[in-house]
């Protein structure tokens, strides 16, 4: 993530060139800070055994459980991997998980321009709390954020009775599992985008208004364009959590087959249910999507490095 | 009288099917039940779903019936009815977790009172499964508290299973002390002692020592032990009945708050005397919860060990006061298990 930063950091801004004139464009004299290169000083020897020592390590505690997935998922042949996942509860959990994923991440992508502009690009009082609590979910444990969900959208809650008369359901069905995956992945859009904005500053905003462009020209000419792979790699963040979480979706879900398990718990449901193929065949789903995630983050950071240069 | 269209006759059959319709408005629908169960029934409402379903159809045939399930730790799965989960039927591991759930009005108090047996369609006991051939010896639950035996079971405070194995060795050390209350309490301590990770439900703990291979020896459901031995390999695992233990009676009721605004009362009703069929009752003996049916329960007599069984109302006076006693906060287990 670091590595991504330091990358989107030192993205010049080609619409900048495009709207304002050259003797305008503040940033065009500030030329891209280069990592320092790999420092040689040390022994070869210890180089050998660090390098060693993390790829055992990565090895041990990432490649083997992730071989391990798709090993017993493929234990008793494609037939039952296939099987396991056109089954109608397996369906049904996918299809929610990429629905609830599917909004949180529009749902995130919004709040977390409209956050990130608001903090980088003004200042106001606030400010300082608002970064705080953006920062919120990072800090709290999952489990507390479904239960804050129940204490206020339960039964027992502190809008059950609004809830009741108009007959909305929130926890235990589809709209608690999207706010408790809201909830987590709050954070991931809003966090690429601020300290880019930051570095960025108002001033090519400042020369397109007084170009004369409208504040919607602006914002879809200079703002976007200066922020769209730090965007899409918050995206790619924010999807890869909103899928995999458990604790939180856990909590509100109310654990109904085939209607609120998400992809994960009907992972755990099928594993305590001794069928072990099945699990691990959506589990390996999952880890999919961990592969086309780092995979797209890979080529991401490419493409980061590439703009820098 | 030839006459093709007859005004007379159309509003007669107009009124005819309106009177239908008010009469019966479920003539034909699309209805789901949610059974909002506990762990080790997985299986057995699986089947007995499917069964019902059939059944159903037999007398509705316009019917889309579905029925859904949810499962977990009992305690758990009641809090979450309490906080919203439009559960039309509870089956849950024991009387007090309803209890609960009707506390706060969504079932009739009396609700034990509504179907025989307690509300409880079948029962169960508390067993032990070991590692094959038994290489720590263990017979009793005197076996349990010697120190140097890991025993798995699932947390008192969110399972209901758990709460029944706590009672049972209990109810066991009360019988070989004559009523000894600080001796049971040692004895338990004991045990408890030996049991350094709780699972949150009964499913969690036979994971965990099936699994995972952790521990000596597994206080599970008679059922769950059996479900394990056949699913995972009888090669692997041997079932130990104890020479007493607690007559467990996982009872089962219509959450009337929720089934009268969703107007499933029929339905959730016929769902749960379903159990008392001779057919449910089957169902039951095939997933290995002892069938109240007598003439059903002689046909499975040797699937199920015989065993002295006592019942928490002999012992301990009934589950409120039980859970009063044992579970609550600061209570008998928190005492043993915070020391």
Same mark, same amino acid.
């Given at each position: 993530?670091?590595?991504?930063?330091?990358?989107?950091?030192?993205?010049?801004?080609?619409?900048?060139?495009?709207?304002?004139?050259?003797?305008?464009?503040?940033?065009?004299?500030?030329?891209?800070?280069?990592?320092?290169?790999?420092?040689?000083?040390?022994?070869?020897?210890?180089?050998?055994?660090?390098?060693?020592?993390?790829?055992?390590?990565?090895?041990?505690?990432?490649?083997?459980?992730?071989?391990?997935?798709?090993?017993?998922?493929?234990?008793?042949?494609?037939?039952?991997?296939?099987?396991?996942?056109?089954?109608?509860?397996?369906?049904?959990?996918?299809?929610?998980?990429?629905?609830?994923?599917?909004?949180?991440?529009?749902?995130?992508?919004?709040?977390?321009?409209?956050?990130?502009?608001?903090?980088?690009?003004?200042?106001?009082? %606030?400010?300082?709390?608002?970064?705080t609590l953006i920062d919120l979910p990072f800090s709290v444990s999952p489990v507390v954020a479904g239960l804050v969900y129940v204490l206020l959208f339960g039964s027992q809650g502190l809008f059950a009775a609004y809830l009741q008369a108009w007959?909305?359901?929130?926890?235990?069905?589809?709209?608690?599992?999207?706010?408790?995956?809201?909830?987590?992945?709050?954070?991931?859009?809003a966090r690429e985008l601020i300290p880019l904005m930051q570095e960025q500053g108002t001033a090519e905003e400042e020369a397109a208004a007084s170009l004369g462009a409208s504040g919607l020209s602006i914002f879809f000419r200079v703002t976007l364009?200066?922020?769209?792979?730090?965007?899409?790699?918050?995206?790619?963040?924010?999807?890869?959590?909103?899928? %995999?979480?458990?604790?939180?979706?856990?909590?509100?879900?109310?654990?109904?087959?085939?209607?609120?398990?998400?992809?994960?718990?009907?992972?755990?449901?099928?594993?305590?249910?001794?069928?072990?193929?099945?699990?691990?065949?959506?589990?390996?789903?999952?880890?999919?999507?961990?592969?086309?995630?780092?995979?797209?983050?890979?080529?991401?950071?490419?493409?980061l490095v590439e703009d820098a240069q | 009288m030839s006459a093709p269209f007859s005004l007379k006759r159309f509003a007669g059959a107009v009124a005819v099917s309106l009177s239908a319709a008010l009469a019966l408005p479920a003539v034909a629908a699309?209805?789901?039940?949610?059974?909002?169960?506990?762990?080790?029934?997985?299986?057995?409402?699986?089947?007995?779903?499917?069964?019902?379903?059939?059944?159903?159809?037999?007398?509705?045939?316009?019917?889309?019936?579905?029925?859904?399930?949810?499962?977990?730790?009992?305690?758990?799965?009641?809090?979450?009815?309490?906080?919203?989960?439009?559960?039309?039927?509870?089956?849950? &591991?024991?009387?007090? #977790?309803?209890?609960?759930?009707?506390?706060?009005?969504?079932?009739?108090?009396?609700?034990?009172?509504?179907?025989?047996?307690? &509300?409880?369609?079948?029962?169960?006991?508390?067993?032990?499964?070991?590692?094959?051939?038994?290489?720590?010896?263990?017979?009793?639950?005197?076996?349990?508290?010697?120190?140097?035996?890991?025993?798995?079971?699932?947390?008192?405070?969110?399972?209901?299973?758990?709460?029944?194995?706590?009672?049972?060795?209990?109810?066991?050390?009360?019988?070989?002390?004559?009523?000894?209350?600080?001796?049971?309490?040692?004895?338990?301590?004991?045990?408890?002692?030996?049991?350094?990770?709780?699972?949150?439900? &009964?499913?969690?703990?036979?994971?965990?020592?099936?699994?995972?291979?952790?521990?000596?020896?597994?206080?599970?459901?008679?059922?769950?032990?059996?479900?394990?031995?056949?699913?995972?390999?009888?090669?692997?695992?041997?079932?130990?009945?104890?020479?007493?233990?607690?007559? &467990?009676?996982?009872?089962?009721?219509?959450?009337?708050?929720?089934?009268?605004?969703?107007?499933?009362?029929?339905?959730?009703?016929?769902?749960?005397?379903?159990?008392?069929?001779?057919?449910?009752?089957?169902?039951?003996?095939?997933?290995?919860?002892?069938?109240?049916?007598?003439?059903?329960?002689?046909?499975?007599?040797?699937?199920?060990? #015989?065993?002295?069984?006592?019942?928490?109302?002999?012992?301990?006076?009934?589950?409120?006061?039980?859970?009063?006693?044992?579970?609550?906060?600061?209570?008998?287990?928190?005492?043993?298990?915070?020391?």
């Amino acid at each position: 993530m670091t590595l991504a930063a330091d990358a989107l950091r030192t993205t010049t801004h080609p619409a900048a060139h495009a709207l304002a004139s050259e003797g305008l464009n503040t940033h065009a004299g500030a030329l891209p800070a280069r990592r320092p290169g790999p420092t040689n000083s040390e022994p070869k020897a210890v180089r050998i055994a660090i390098i060693t020592v993390a790829l055992l390590f990565l090895g041990l505690f990432i490649a083997l459980p992730l071989i391990s997935v798709f090993y017993e998922a493929f234990k008793r042949g494609w037939l039952a991997y296939v099987a396991a996942l056109v089954e109608p509860d397996a369906l049904a959990a996918i299809r929610l998980t990429l629905l609830v994923a599917g909004i949180s991440v529009v749902a995130n992508v919004t709040f977390g321009l409209v956050a990130a502009w608001a903090i980088a690009k003004f200042e106001f009082p %606030g400010k300082s709390l608002l970064i705080t609590l953006i920062d919120l979910p990072f800090s709290v444990s999952p489990v507390v954020a479904g239960l804050v969900y129940v204490l206020l959208f339960g039964s027992q809650g502190l809008f059950a009775a609004y809830l009741q008369a108009w007959d909305i359901k929130i926890i235990f069905a589809l709209p608690g599992i999207v706010l408790a995956t809201l909830f987590v992945t709050f954070p991931f859009v809003a966090r690429e985008l601020i300290p880019l904005m930051q570095e960025q500053g108002t001033a090519e905003e400042e020369a397109a208004a007084s170009l004369g462009a409208s504040g919607l020209s602006i914002f879809f000419r200079v703002t976007l364009p200066n922020v769209k792979w730090a965007l899409l790699y918050g995206v790619l963040l924010c999807n890869a959590r909103a899928m %995999g979480e458990f604790g939180a979706v856990s909590v509100v879900s109310g654990h109904i087959r085939g209607l609120t398990n998400t992809m994960p718990l009907h992972i755990e449901i099928l594993y305590n249910e001794y069928q072990f193929v099945a699990s691990f065949a959506v589990a390996s789903l999952l880890a999919l999507l961990a592969l086309v995630t780092l995979i797209a983050k890979t080529l991401l950071e490419a493409r980061l490095v590439e703009d820098a240069q | 009288m030839s006459a093709p269209f007859s005004l007379k006759r159309f509003a007669g059959a107009v009124a005819v099917s309106l009177s239908a319709a008010l009469a019966l408005p479920a003539v034909a629908a699309d209805v789901t039940l949610l059974n909002v169960s506990y762990d080790p029934t997985r299986e057995l409402y699986t089947d007995f779903n499917k069964a019902f379903s059939a059944e159903w159809a037999k007398t509705h045939p316009g019917d889309t019936l579905t029925i859904r399930q949810s499962h977990g730790g009992s305690g758990k799965q009641a809090r979450s009815v309490i906080d919203g989960l439009e559960a039309d039927v509870v089956t849950l &591991a024991l009387a007090y #977790d309803i209890d609960e759930i009707a506390d706060r009005g969504f079932i009739a108090q009396d609700w034990q009172k509504r179907l025989p047996d307690n &509300a409880a369609p079948y029962t169960s006991t508390i067993v032990f499964l070991v590692r094959k051939g038994n290489p720590k010896g263990i017979k009793d639950w005197d076996d349990l508290a010697k120190a140097g035996t890991k025993v798995v079971t699932p947390n008192p405070k969110t399972s209901g299973g758990a709460r029944w194995n706590f009672l049972a060795a209990w109810g066991y050390a009360l019988k070989k002390n004559g009523g000894d209350e600080a001796k049971a309490k040692e004895f338990v301590k004991a045990i408890y002692k030996n049991a350094p990770v709780l699972d949150t439900g &009964a499913r969690g703990s036979t994971v965990t020592f099936v699994e995972r291979g952790i521990g000596d020896v597994l206080i599970a459901w008679e059922n769950e032990a059996y479900l394990a031995v056949n699913e995972l390999g009888p090669d692997k695992f041997d079932i130990v009945t104890p020479s007493i233990s607690i007559l &467990a009676e996982p009872p089962v009721a219509v959450v009337d708050k929720v089934v009268d605004k969703r107007g499933t009362r029929a339905l959730a009703e016929a769902y749960l005397k379903y159990l008392y069929t001779p057919a449910g009752q089957e169902l039951s003996a095939k997933h290995y919860y002892r069938p109240r049916n007598e003439a059903i329960a002689a046909k499975y007599k040797d699937k199920f060990a #015989d065993v002295q069984l006592f019942t928490i109302d002999q012992v301990f006076g009934g589950w409120r006061k039980a859970q009063k006693t044992f579970f609550s906060d600061g209570g008998v287990f928190d005492q043993i298990y915070a020391n």
